[in-house]
């Protein structure tokens, strides 16, 4: 099969994907090379309107009427850049996880933050969603990077100003190890 064509499963008599699972039928596409790299978003801005918007089309489109909690966003946008980095924010080294923390994978996060208040609690979702969703998304169960997460929220966590920091500070015995 050519490069950039996807096959049609009707050509071998197969039922149309459209009758199937309601996607359409499949046809060529002309996209990016494959192995294009994304680049993280530079501004912090920038990337908290970006998880601030699909966190809340995915958090409405599973029934949560509550838009994500900006201190809760801002935790999670700051920690994901910091992590992602090797840097935190006053420029002072620390290390980076093995796991991808990249902006799709915070909006997955804050959706996840969302749901579990939501149904959970009937609220947005606090700092201490984040601690728990982190370990199990971000993480993903590998043992080194909860401890760098565990080091994360007690070196540089602990020296963040603002109730919200505290908080997500004081939760950070619920990271799993």
Same mark, same amino acid.
């Given at each position: ?46 990337? $908290? ?26 935790? $999670? ?19 980076? $996880? ?47 990077? $909860? ?31």
């Amino acid at each position: 099969m050519p490069s950039g064509h996807r096959k049609d499963s009707r050509s071998a008599g197969a039922q149309s994907p459209s009758t199937t699972t309601g996607l359409g039928s499949l046809r060529p596409f002309h996209g990016g090379a494959a192995n294009a790299s994304i680049f993280p978003i530079e501004d912090f801005e920038t990337e $908290l309107t970006l998880v601030r918007n699909e966190a809340t089309r995915l958090l409405d489109r599973s029934g949560v009427p509550l838009a994500p909690r900006e201190d809760v966003l801002e935790i $999670l946008v700051t920690t994901f850049r910091e992590l992602r980095k090797g840097e935190s924010a006053d420029g002072t080294p620390m290390e980076r $996880l093995g796991t991808v923390m990249s902006t799709a994978e915070c909006v997955a996060v804050a959706h996840e933050v969302g749901v579990r208040g939501y149904y959970t609690r009937g609220d947005a979702g606090t700092p201490a969603d984040v601690v728990e969703c982190l370990s199990g998304t971000a993480a993903k169960g590998d043992t080194e990077d $909860l401890r760098r997460i565990r080091r994360y929220l007690e070196q540089r966590v602990a020296r963040k100003s603002g109730t919200h920091w505290e908080a997500f500070y004081e939760a950070r015995h619920r990271l799993p190890g």
